[in-house]
């Protein structure tokens, strides 16, 4: 009996087999708390360190307009053009370091993913020898993580950044205008309807693409007498150059479309703008500040879609990843090792 168990606990214990570590959560999001949650919450400090300090450049410049061509004193002037330089550098210095800080956690979780991937290669089991499996590895190590461990940084601090942006910026032009920012915001509105579909169209495209991709890697550490696979693999290139075509048509166009919006608002601010400065209504320093609080809106506008592609891709990705790893622990360990209480072992190694 004592034998039998001695053999147990050897069998589990040896190093040879795999590490836990290897496997993955099937949810992107537990993956990236359990590997990073505390990096998140000093991210997100960062963040709002940053979006805060926005809004001090667009005040001051709109006083230091004003000032110039209302009262003319210079003196006064140099002091609010030497206010906005300092508030220009320490809004850079932190910007700088969120984002050094940011991929240092990302390119943390690419390494991460790389070498658990890696040590599924650690088992002397038939699927670590088979042709198919390697590719699915090659790819997934050689491309695969890149975006998804370089998401993880940017996870919770670029939403939380370019949503904060964006509404410092629709609070400070109602500060300015109430129908000015109406106007904007109802040229904005259609975004929110054509972004997203658009969105889909490509997230699919780049899910198929990711498929393809595997077969061809697959493919490639074929052994020769598996048989020549030349046009299949063939006809797998053209679709990705295909699929690659559409991704990009579906990406520009969405830019073009957004770029034109934003350049209506513009329009409209100039317009009613100009009529409120000729009817003595308003400064024209509020009509200055007020369109760069309009450039400023759409830009982070412009990297929340970016990041929301991104979340879409990068989760896409993931699944495939996990279900990857899940595929080949089946074959390799018919029974996932758990603790006493049936807990699974393996946990992601923290940051």
Excluded at 23 to 34: F, G, K, N, Q
């Amino acid at each position: 009996m004592n034998e039998v168990g001695g053999a147990e606990a050897g069998a589990r214990e040896r190093p040879g087999d795999r590490p836990a570590g290897a496997r993955l959560p099937r949810s992107l999001v537990r993956y990236v708390l359990e590997i990073s949650g505390v990096h998140q919450l000093a991210l997100s400090v960062l963040t709002v360190a940053v979006f805060l300090v926005e809004l001090i450049p667009l005040e001051l410049q709109r006083r230091t307009i004003n000032d110039i061509v209302k009262h003319r004193a210079f003196g006064f002037v140099i002091v609010l053009c030497t206010i906005y330089a300092g508030v220009v550098l320490v809004h850079g210095l932190t910007k700088l370091v969120l984002n050094v800080y940011r991929n240092w956690v990302g390119e943390h979780a690419v390494r991460e993913l790389r070498k658990r991937i890696r040590s599924l290669d650690d088992s002397a089991s038939p699927a670590a020898t088979d042709p198919e499996a390697q590719g699915i590895q090659v790819s997934i190590i050689v491309s695969e993580v890149e975006p998804v461990g370089a998401f993880v940084g940017s996870y919770i601090s670029e939403p939380l950044l370019q949503g904060g942006v964006m509404l410092s910026m629709l609070a400070y032009m109602i500060h300015l205008d109430a129908w000015m920012a109406l106007i904007a915001v109802a040229i904005f509105v259609p975004q929110v309807v054509f972004v997203p579909l658009m969105q889909r169209a490509i997230i699919d495209r780049t899910s198929s693409r990711v498929q393809v991709l595997r077969g061809l890697s697959v493919s490639i550490v074929q052994p020769p007498e598996a048989g020549g696979r030349g046009r299949e693999d063939d006809a797998s290139i053209e679709r990705v150059f295909r699929l690659d075509m559409g991704i990009f048509k579906l990406k520009f166009t969405m830019n073009f479309l957004m770029n034109f919006c934003n350049r209506l608002q513009i329009v409209a601010a100039l317009l009613l703008g100009g009529w409120y400065v000729l009817a003595d209504q308003l400064e024209i320093g509020g009509v200055v500040a007020f369109i760069s609080a309009v450039g400023r809106l759409n830009d982070p506008w412009g990297d929340l879609v970016n990041y929301f592609r991104d979340f879409s891709v990068s989760n896409v990705k993931y699944q495939l990843i996990a279900n990857a790893v899940t595929d080949r622990e089946t074959v390799e360990t018919p029974a996932r090792e758990t603790d006493a209480g049936g807990e699974d072992l393996a946990v992601p190694a923290k940051i």
